[in-house]
Each structure stands twice: as C-alpha cells, then as structure tokens.
C-alpha cells in the first residue's frame, strides 16, 4: 500500500471512487426499465455495502432501442432524491448489445481497503467479464 493510501486509512479520509453497472431490459415499456434500474441499483448497494448519502451522482445511460422511461425517474423514486442525474443515449455501435442499460455511480466514503465492486446483470455480463472476474476476489490486505 502506497503512504498515501496508509494515511487515509489511519485518517480515516473519505474518498471517492466510480463504480460501474450494467444489464439488460427484457422490452422498451416504462415498467421494463425502472425494474431494470430497481434490480441494478439494488445489486451495487448491496455488493458495495452503499447507503443513499455516500453517492454523490449517477449517470444513467440506455442504447437508442429504450425509449419508454427515464431511469433517473425511477432512481429519484426509489430514494435518490437528493443525487444529481443525468440520463444519455449510448453511441449507436454496430453490433453493440441491444436494450443495455448503464449507470456510472460517483460515490464518496471510506473504503477501509475495500474494493468498488462493479455489477454487471442479465445479458450485460458478457460487456466486461475481466471486470467481473477481478471483483470476485478480494481485496490485496496490507
């Protein structure tokens, strides 16, 4: 571990980090996409141990075939009431998986060591297996 990173273990300094998240929805209907958001915002609060005041913001991000609801809708109503969000449209790569939804969560807190676990459900496993593969094992100990 670097001195820095010592320091604001010892310190007990928060930081920030970016965690990532990703699945599919089943169809483009409203009620398809904020399950699709409940299930992902679910997964990174559990697998990261989150509470709602430790995100700072979210980004949500759908490819061009969703367009039936705002996820960020769905996230103000299921408690992130007080967190900046910002929907966008993934560029229209070819070939590029269908009905994706994306969410880059910026959060502050104190990690004590602990990595930020990256979520990746349904079909959107297949986008960064390294990712998924790396988080499932634990943090180097110092």
């Known amino acids: 571990m670097t001195i820095?990173?010592?320091l604001v273990r010892a310190l007990r300094v928060p930081s920030m980090r970016a965690l990532r998240g990703a699945t599919t929805v089943r169809c483009d209907e409203a009620g398809a996409i904020a399950d699709a958001v409940i299930e992902l915002m679910a997964a990174l609060c559990r697998e990261n141990h989150l509470v709602d005041d430790?995100?700072?913001s979210a980004i949500f991000t759908m490819t061009p075939d969703l367009r039936a609801a705002f996820p960020a809708e769905t996230a103000r109503r299921a408690g992130w009431s007080q967190v900046p969000l910002l929907c966008a449209i993934e560029i229209p790569v070819t070939g590029s998986l269908p009905r994706c939804l994306r969410v880059l969560l910026h959060v502050e807190r104190h990690w004590n060591g602990?990595?930020?676990?990256h979520v990746y459900?349904?079909?959107?496993v297949s986008l960064r297996?390294?990712?998924m593969q790396r988080d499932s094992t634990p943090a180097a100990s110092s």
């Open 121 to 124: 459900l349904r079909e959107a």
């Open 54 to 56: 430790e995100v700072i």
């Open 4 to 6: 820095r990173g010592l």
């Open 129 to 131: 297996p390294d990712l």
């Open 114 to 117: 602990t990595r930020p676990r």
